[in-house]
């Protein structure tokens, strides 16, 4: 069936700003259900304004450095970037050094994330950056087994390495490594899918330069590497790794799980890169779409950057109606 993708239009460019991306730099400290506060649109109630300042209820977060530090109190902040401007302001550090925050563990666990709530009681752990790493890299393969995040404030770090991948072979690449450059050009800004995108693009058979920050380690977490490397792993399952999406639920339904690890499959196919993120909007688009020639349509306007191939299309389409009817 004819996509009509030839009509393509381009997306307007993409931008990194909280305006842009409420769900992944929001926090939305005032939306409060039971006893955890959504981070993003949709924790709100829809259609009644915010109370004033004045009648909110006062939110005091404990936290700590990773690697060690006393205990902080934070509060008043409303989204990413001013959750580590408290950070930097608790612990006397430039907001900048936090890499990213993970809930009630100092260890750089990827399913612990700080994702789409906080809990009343969570202990808030902040990653900040420590030693830097130049490495080379050689693309044997089309796919370098990496699974990219962001944290919402400009810095996209390592989050999966798949065991036996190109990188895996590379002791001193981690999970957690925020990456600042690739081949000399800065990434400080861009968005997990755009890194993505540029490691994808890189020839196979060829050498380039990754620049990378690893988190400051404390003593017991000298060495360690993440034992979670699966694409799929803990996939919605754990309240620090909620999916920040614009619009419905933060946590997928067990159809958009399965929708999204057949996408991410794909996408590794195709774009050498496992990114569950992009897979998961990606199905956000596509699971109320009546045919492909919808679905390429919406990719085009939010994704169009990516200009993604006819075949592609069609088979995400594919992947998506097959996890709708409970297909393997």
């Not at 590497?225 to 999406?245: D, E, P, V």
């Not at 419905?248 to 050498?272: N, Q, W």
Request: charged content about 25%.
């Amino acid at each position: 069936m004819p996509l009509g993708l030839g009509r393509r239009k381009k997306a307007s460019p993409l931008v990194e700003n909280e305006e842009a991306e409420p769900i992944r730099a929001g926090l939305n400290v005032d939306g409060m259900e039971g006893g955890r506060m959504g981070l993003g649109e949709g924790a709100a109630q829809e259609g009644l304004p915010p109370p004033p300042s004045s009648l909110r209820p006062r939110l005091i977060f404990h936290t700590q450095l990773a690697h060690g530090s006393p205990t902080g109190r934070i509060e008043g902040f409303s989204n990413v970037r001013e959750l580590y401007a408290k950070i930097g302001e608790a612990f006397g550090i430039p907001p900048t050094e936090v890499m990213f925050c993970t809930l009630n563990t100092h260890k750089v666990d990827m399913d612990k994330l700080l994702g789409g709530q906080i809990g009343l009681e969570d202990f808030i752990f902040a990653h900040v950056k420590g030693q830097k790493k130049e490495v080379e890299v050689f693309k044997g393969e089309d796919a370098l087994g990496l699974t990219i995040t962001d944290n919402g404030a400009g810095y996209a770090f390592i989050k999966r390495i798949r065991e036996g991948s190109v990188i895996h072979q590379i002791q001193v690449i981690n999970v957690g490594d925020m990456i600042e450059s690739i081949n000399g050009q800065i990434l400080i800004g861009c968005r997990h899918y755009e890194v993505a995108k540029m490691l994808k693009e890189l020839p196979k058979g060829k050498t380039f330069f990754l620049k990378l920050f690893e988190p400051m380690k404390a003593f017991d977490m000298i060495s360690q590497r993440s034992g979670s490397r699966s694409g799929s792993a803990q996939l919605g399952t754990g309240r620090g790794t909620l999916r920040l999406r614009s619009k419905g639920p933060a946590t997928p339904s067990a159809f958009e799980e399965k929708a999204i690890e057949k996408v991410d499959d794909l996408l590794e196919s195709y774009m050498g890169i496992r990114d569950s993120e992009l897979a998961a909007t990606m199905v956000e688009l596509g699971k109320d779409k009546k045919n492909p020639d919808e679905f390429a349509e919406a990719l085009d306007e939010t994704l169009g950057d990516f200009a993604f191939p006819d075949e592609f299309v069609f088979d995400v389409w594919g992947a998506i109606g097959d996890a709708k009817v409970g297909r393997v």
